[in-house]
């Protein structure tokens, strides 16, 4: 992806919406993720309401090297300003390992609330690339905006058909009110 057309787009449209930024850093991580940080003096503009203006920003990045790169599907590209998105990531991951917790002393599934594709995604990884998580595994269930996570044993996988009505019957996510996990911006 070339990465000094994704500055020059940002940059644009920033300058275009008098949002105020020092530099974009674009850089490219496992997993084909390009991470594109704004230094700026005023992160919360760019931020916006619990994230919009950010996830406007992103999405229009990415619409834009979609259709500039002739590519089939949008490339996973994530915006960030002032550490905000890995700040919520590193939230997402630290939540599902206490639910792994839970999971371990009950023995029972959990699933957690329904997220954005991006932040499954991180907890998808996260689960299945953490050695200590490694008796544990995702799976996702529901459709659109209802879309969540069931983390439980790999032994459970493993039992037959109580294990499949198990699979089968709907779960509740368990979760905390303070849980951390309401105001996901992406």
């Not at 644009?12 to 919406?17: G, R, S, W």
């Not at 390009?34 to 229009?60: C, F, K, M, P, Y």
């Not at 790169?69 to 490339?75: G, I, R, T, W, Y």
């Not at 997220?115 to 595994?137: C, E, G, K, Q, W």
Request: overall charge negative; hydrophobic content about 35%.
């Amino acid at each position: 992806m070339d990465k000094t057309f994704i500055q020059d787009t940002l940059g644009k449209l920033l300058t275009f919406l008098s949002l105020p930024f020092d530099a974009i850093n674009v850089t490219e991580e496992e997993g084909g993720i390009t991470r594109v940080d704004i230094v700026s003096n005023n992160a919360s503009r760019i931020i916006g309401w619990h994230g919009e203006t950010l996830n406007g920003l992103q999405h229009l990045v990415k619409s834009i090297v979609r259709a500039k790169e002739k590519l089939e599907k949008s490339p996973f590209i994530v915006v960030d300003v002032d550490g905000y998105r890995r700040m919520q990531e590193d939230k997402v991951r630290k939540i599902a390992e206490q639910k792994a917790d839970f999971v371990r002393r009950t023995g029972s599934r959990i699933a957690l609330p329904p997220m954005s594709p991006y932040f499954r995604r991180i907890v998808h990884l996260h689960i299945a690339n953490t050695p200590t998580l490694r008796d544990l595994m995702t799976e996702s269930t529901g459709e659109g905006d209802y879309r969540q996570i069931v983390l439980r044993l790999k032994d459970e996988s493993a039992g037959g058909t109580n294990a499949a009505e198990a699979r089968s019957e709907e779960l509740s996510p368990v979760m905390a009110k303070d849980d951390g996990l309401e105001n996901l911006d992406i």
